[in-house]
Structures are given as structure tokens and as C-alpha cells.
């Protein structure tokens, strides 16, 4: 059975940082491009950022370039979304997903998701 959990949501004042987890189980992660998207209040679930399985290569949505980095360490199964600079905007519900593309596209496996909020 496959489980993606995520961590490290949270409140944080505008310009601060917050660092999310997302722990994966029950698939060979090594071998899944892992993304991370978001659905805000009243709006669309949208693409972050994705990296691949193979060479760690990355992409980013416009808006959060150069403010987040997505990572990943495969001896622990998980991927990592390090957010800087958070804007009010940047307030969602975070996923990963197992699968994803760097264009953006959907894989089979979603986490339940972890709330950020950025005050302003």
C-alpha cells in the first residue's frame, strides 16, 4: 500500500521560511519524479515544483521561483520542499505527489496534504 505523508505545515509571518516533508512508503521511490502542489482557498490545485527520479533535474512554478527549492533524499524516501520569502499568497494546502512531471502533469499517488498559512 502506498503512503505519501506530509510535515511541516503551519503559521508563519510573511517572509519567514517553512520546510515540508513528505515521507514515502510502499513504492520503489528511487524511481518516481516527485512533485509538490498546492490548492488555495477557493482555487485551483496548481503545480509547484517537480524533480526526477534520475538525475535530480527540477522545475518550478513562475511564482515560486527562486524562492523554494525542492530536494530529495532517496536512502530516506522522502522529498523536501524548502519554501523562503513566503508571501501571503503562498497560503494552501501543500501535496506531494508520486509521478509527477516536470511539465506539470499529475502521478498516481497523493499525501493528504499539509495547511500553510502566511500572515501578513
Known amino acids: 500500500q502506498v503512503q505519501l505523508v ?3 505545515g503551519g503559521l508563519v509571518q ?11 512508503s510502499g513504492l520503489p521511490f528511487s524511481s518516481y519524479n516527485m512533485g509538490w502542489f498546492r490548492r488555495a482557498p477557493g482555487k485551483e490545485r496548481e ?10 533535474s527540477t522545475h518550478y512554478a513562475d ?4 524562492r523554494f527549492t525542492i530536494s530529495r533524499d532517496n536512502a530516506k524516501n522522502t522529498v523536501y520542499l524548502q519554501m523562503n520569502s513566503l508571501k501571503p499568497e503562498d ?3 501543500y501535496y506531494c505527489n508520486a509521478g509527477a512531471t ?3 502533469l499529475t ?6 496534504g499539509t495547511r500553510v498559512t502566511v500572515s501578513s
Open 63 to 66: 511564482s515560486v521561483k527562486g
Open 47 to 56: 503545480f509547484v515544483a517537480a524533480i526526477t527520479r534520475s538525475d535530480g
Open 107 to 112: 502521478g498516481d499517488y497523493w499525501g493528504q
Open 91 to 93: 497560503t494552501a494546502v
Open 14 to 24: 510573511a517572509g519567514g521560511s517553512l520546510r515540508l516533508s513528505c515521507a514515502a
Open 6 to 8: 506530509e510535515s511541516g
Open 102 to 104: 516536470l511539465t506539470g
